[in-house]
């Protein structure tokens, strides 16, 4: 069985192979493809996959090329994981973000838009590239913003594309934690938008153990969500936001930190992957080595100033060892050998969010098997939430049509109607900055 790693050089695709090693079943895939348009960083990716296989029976055989067609024949699977103007776009996208007061994060607020509006395009020929070449293959993506790319690849692949992120998993790993439960055996209700969900209930043997958890402010504080927002914040919700709801919720804050004098987080990924891939290039390094120090730090230092904001502390050990690879490999079992799974996924909606229409692409649980993912029924969001939610989509339509059309009057609408960008005339200048920067953008008109 083949896999297609479109945006194979990717910093994070030895996560991925490394599932792949430990997946000694029947029907597990034997053959990895990768893709990437930059050589060296492809090159510096697959001598980190070598050492990864070192002495590993029936190892899945690596390739790579540079020709994404050939890349996508044949292929059963199709991992998305590409970064449109790489990691000096998203570096980018933070200093024109901040500069006007507004903020920069790679996949919320202007800084997401930004980087939707100049992946779209790709992400849409992408999408018709494998409905010509591999129709018959899946398409997972983690390509951000994981949710608006996944819509707009479902207009020409349907339910054949599935959008993952490992934020829900890991959310519901440390509250099952919290509760003293195994959390394989627990479930969370979880719904609303990629980067923008909230569980509802942690239900462990059928029990919902949730109100037990929001009641003990000692018990919240055991768990990164409950020091990040408060415990007075989370009972008044009456929920766990994701993460990413910090920059919701304390945006000023957020905006002010991202100011501060010295890197953006995109600007410190790139000066750290950039010392990786020249390391992992030269001869005689070891480059798994290089690509595991590297890795954790980017891991420990992920949020660092959110949680130094809401002076959370440090990431807890168990959530630095990573997570897309593992719900990826799960995706891909499930469906490939019918072992049923309920994964927390982003799919078309048909009904499962009132609020929404049904090919908008929402992120809930799902039961997954041979026929694909299909959305499982869901509780009303509260007012708030369904308010929120409405607002980010209607924003993400509009970046979908701003890129099918290249009108930049639509690309203005997308950023001004965002709840955290509060003028038209801070739009204006956004897409004014963003355009004379990115050569991506240049379709705008």
Same mark, same amino acid.
Not at 28 to 44: K, Q
Not at 135 to 144: K, S, Y
Not at 289 to 315: K, P
Not at 343 to 370: M, Q, S, W
């Given at each position: ?5 479109v945006g ?5 695709? *030895?996560l991925?192979?490394g ?7 029947e029907?597990?895939?034997? #053959? ?5 348009t930059?050589?060296d ?8 996959? !070598?050492?990864?296989a070192?002495g590993?029976?029936d !190892?899945?055989?690596v ?6 067609d ?7 699977f199709? $991992?998305s ?7 000096e ?5 933070e200093?024109?973000?901040f ?10 607020g202007a800084?997401?838009?930004a ?7 790709v ?10 070449l591999a129709?018959?293959?899946?398409? =997972?993506n $983690?390509?951000?913003?994981?949710g ?10 349907g339910?054949r594309?599935i959008? =993952? ?10 509250l099952?934690?919290?509760l003293?439960?195994?959390?394989g055996?627990?479930? =969370? &209700? ?15 043997d ?6 037990r958890?929001?009641a ?8 990164e ?10 009972r !008044?919700?009456g929920?766990?936001?994701? #993460?990413?709801?910090?920059y919701?919720?304390f ?16 600007? $410190?990924?790139q000066?750290?992957? &950039?010392? $990786?891939?020249?390391?992992a290039?030269r ?26 904001t809401?002076? %959370?502390? #440090? ?9 897309? #690879? ?5 995706l891909?079992?499930? =469906? ?16 499962t969010?009132?609020?929404?229409d ?6 809930v *649980? ?6 694909g ?6 509780? *009303? ?5 369904? %308010?929120?939610?409405c607002?980010v ?5 509009e970046v979908? %049509? %701003? ?39 240049a379709?705008?008109?």
């Amino acid at each position: 069985m083949r896999l297609t790693i479109v945006g194979g050089g990717g910093f994070r695709v *030895p996560l991925v192979y490394g599932a792949l090693l430990g997946d000694r079943a029947e029907g597990r895939v034997s #053959e990895v493809v990768l893709h990437d348009t930059d050589p060296d960083r492809l090159a510096a990716v697959t001598r980190v996959l !070598a050492e990864q296989a070192a002495g590993v029976p029936d !190892a899945p055989a690596v390739t790579a090329t540079a020709d994404l067609d050939t890349a996508l024949r044949d292929a059963r699977f199709v $991992f998305s994981a590409i970064r449109v103007g790489g990691l000096e776009g998203r570096a980018q996208d933070e200093r024109i973000a901040f500069a006007e007061g507004v903020l920069g994060q790679e996949t919320v607020g202007a800084g997401g838009i930004a980087y939707g509006l100049r992946t779209v395009p790709v992400a849409v020929d992408l999408a018709r590239r494998v409905a010509r070449l591999a129709p018959d293959a899946w398409v =997972i993506n $983690f390509t951000n913003p994981a949710g608006l790319v996944t819509e707009a690849m479902s207009r020409h692949l349907g339910d054949r594309v599935i959008g =993952i992120c490992d934020s829900p998993v890991g959310l519901g790993r440390r509250l099952a934690r919290a509760l003293g439960a195994d959390p394989g055996r627990a479930a =969370i &209700d979880y719904a609303g938008l990629n980067h923008l969900g909230w569980v509802s209930a942690v239900r462990v043997d059928g029990r919902d153990e949730l109100p037990r958890l929001l009641a003990d402010p000692g018990l919240l504080g055991t768990v990164e969500e409950g020091r990040l927002f408060g415990a007075d914040w989370l009972r !008044a919700l009456g929920a766990v936001p994701n #993460e990413y709801l910090h920059y919701y919720y304390f945006h000023r804050e957020a905006v002010r930190a991202g100011r501060r004098p010295g890197p953006t987080r995109g600007a $410190f990924l790139q000066t750290q992957q &950039d010392r $990786f891939y020249e390391e992992a290039r030269r001869p005689g390094t070891a480059a798994l080595a290089a690509w595991e120090r590297t890795r954790a730090e980017r891991e420990a230092t992920y949020m660092a100033e959110n949680r130094e904001t809401a002076g %959370a502390g #440090e990431r807890e050990a168990e959530d630095l060892s990573g997570g897309y #690879e593992k719900v990826a490999l799960a995706l891909m079992r499930a =469906i490939a050998r019918d072992e049923r799974a309920t994964l927390i996924l982003n799919v078309r909606n048909r009904g499962t969010l009132a609020a929404l229409d049904a090919d908008a692409v929402v992120e809930v *649980p799902c039961l997954v098997g041979a026929n694909g993912a299909r959305p499982l029924a869901a509780g *009303p969001l509260p007012a708030h939430a369904t %308010a929120l939610v409405c607002a980010v989509k209607a924003v993400e339509r509009e970046v979908l %049509a %701003a890129a099918s059309t290249g009108s930049r009057a639509t690309a203005v609408k997308a950023f001004a109607l965002h709840p955290l960008v509060d003028s038209v005339d801070v739009a204006r200048r956004l897409v004014d900055g963003y355009t004379a920067v990115h050569p991506g953008l240049a379709y705008l008109r």
